[in-house]
C-alpha cells in the first residue's frame, strides 16, 4: 500500500542554521512528490512538487528538496532558517496513472521549532 | 485571483447532528478533493468531485457525502455526526482528476463534534 513516512514528528533548529526534513515513501509507480507547509489553524500552502526530470526541486521561501529514487526518498532543505518557517510541513505522494484521480496521501507531518 | 474559499471557518455541533461544509474552487479549476485532518495527523482523502460526479472514495463511512454544482464548487456533508468528526476539513482544487497536477487547499473548516 502507499505510505509516507516523515520520522521525525518534532524538530527544533537555531534560526540561521540549516534544515532538513526527511521524508520516506513507499509507492509501485513513478511518484509525484509534494512537500506543503501548515501554519497553524490554516491551510496547506504548496512549497515544492516533483513530477519528472531534474531531481533537484526549487521551490518559495528558500526550500529545495532532492527526489532520490534509489532510497524513496525527498527531503526538504532550507540552508538557513528563518523564525517565519516555524511551521508544521507535510510531505505527500500523489497517485498516479490510469484510474486514479491523483489523490494524495500525506504524511504525519513534521513540527519545525525555530529557536532566536 | 481568488483562491480556494471554505465556509464557515469554524463549526459547533453536538452529536447525531448533520453538518454542511461549503467550498469553491481556484478560478480555473474544475475537480474538488476534500481531507479530514484530525489532530496531530496529517490530511486524509476522503472523496474527491470531477463533473459532478464522485471519482473516487477513501476510507469513509457513507455517513461522509458530497455534491459538486455546475459552477464546479462542493458541499461536503456528515451526518449523524460523531466525536470523532472533529476535524479540520479541507478543501483542495486543481485542474484535471487523474492527471499529475497540483492541488491548492483552503484554509478549511474547523469542526466540533460535542
Known amino acids: 500500500a502507499q505510505s509516507v513516512t516523515q520520522p521525525d514528528i518534532h524538530i527544533t533548529v537555531s534560526e540561521g542554521a540549516s534544515l532538513e526534513l526527511r521524508c520516506n515513501y513507499s509507492?509501485?509507480?513513478?511518484?509525484?512528490l509534494f512537500w506543503y507547509v501548515q501554519s497553524p489553524g490554516q491551510g496547506l500552502q504548496l512549497l515544492l512538487k516533483?513530477?519528472?526530470?531534474?531531481?533537484l526541486v526549487q521551490g518559495i521561501k528558500g526550500f529545495e528538496a532532492e527526489f532520490k529514487r534509489s532510497q524513496s526518498s525527498f527531503n526538504l532543505r532550507k540552508p538557513s532558517v528563518h523564525w517565519s518557517d516555524a511551521a508544521e510541513y507535510f510531505c505527500?505522494?500523489?497517485?498516479?496513472?490510469?484510474?486514479?484521480?491523483?489523490?494524495?496521501?500525506f504524511g504525519q507531518g513534521t513540527t519545525l521549532q525555530v529557536k532566536p | 485571483d481568488a483562491g480556494v474559499t471554505q465556509s464557515p471557518t469554524h463549526l459547533i455541533k453536538t452529536r447525531g447532528q448533520q453538518v454542511t461544509l461549503r467550498c469553491s474552487p481556484k478560478s480555473g479549476h474544475d475537480t474538488v478533493s476534500w481531507y479530514q485532518q484530525a489532530l496531530g495527523q496529517g490530511p486524509q482523502f476522503i472523496f474527491q468531485?470531477?463533473?459532478?460526479?464522485?471519482?473516487q472514495r477513501g476510507n469513509f463511512p457513507d455517513r461522509f457525502s458530497g455534491h459538486q454544482f455546475p459552477n464546479y464548487s462542493s458541499e461536503l456533508n456528515v451526518n449523524a455526526l460523531l466525536l470523532g468528526d472533529s476535524a479540520l476539513y479541507l478543501c483542495?482544487?486543481?485542474?484535471?482528476?487523474?492527471?499529475?497536477?497540483?492541488?491548492?487547499f483552503g484554509p478549511g473548516t474547523r469542526l466540533t463534534v460535542l
Open positions: 509507492y509501485g509507480a513513478t511518484p509525484y
Open positions: 505527500a505522494v500523489g497517485e498516479s496513472g490510469s484510474g486514479n484521480t491523483g489523490k494524495l496521501i
Open positions: 516533483y513530477f519528472s526530470g531534474d531531481t
Open positions: 483542495a482544487s486543481s485542474v484535471l482528476a487523474g492527471a499529475p497536477d497540483t492541488q491548492y
Open positions: 468531485y470531477y463533473e459532478e460526479e464522485e471519482r
